[in-house]
Nanobody, 127 residues
Framework: QVQLVESGGGLVQAGGSLRLSCVAS????????MGWFRQAPGKEREFVAA????????SYADSVKGRFSISRDNAKNTVYLQMNSLKPEDTAVYYC????????????????????WGQGTEVNVSS
């Protein structure tokens, strides 16, 4: 079992920045691809970004390209989402997720391909 705990959410003005963190339990973290997803009120969950086990490969939703950056520190069992130039439409609960297919370079934008999920951290961007 893997437990994921997100932090770093909060209230920020449009144009501001936040950095989300997701800490994973267990030694297997370094072999997992990790993803960030978000769900806004009344909307379906959507893909934000993903990173493969080594950090070499990343993928982003078109809506966040150039503004968000995903990274990881395997020594700290942590994945990050740096969010810059935030917009009101980025308001959502952000979830991190782990894909337990070890050492897979493919990074998936499909939530169903992730096996473990955190509880989420709320991001509110005011206009």
């Amino acid at each position: 079992q893997v437990q994921l705990v997100e932090s770093g959410g909060g209230l920020v003005q449009a144009g501001g920045s936040l950095r989300l963190s997701c800490v994973a339990s267990g030694r297997a973290f370094s072999g997992y691809a990790m993803g960030w997803f978000r769900q806004a009120p009344g909307k379906e969950r959507e893909f934000v970004a993903a990173i493969n086990w080594s950090g070499r490969y990343t993928s982003y939703a078109d809506s966040v390209k150039g503004r968000f950056s995903i990274s990881r520190d395997n020594a700290k069992n942590t994945v990050y989402l740096q969010m810059n130039s935030l917009k009101p439409e980025d308001t959502a609960v952000y979830y991190c997720a782990a894909d337990s297919n070890y050492y897979r370079d493919y990074v998936s934008p499909i939530g169903d391909e992730y096996d473990y999920w955190g509880q989420g951290t709320e991001v509110n961007v005011s206009s």
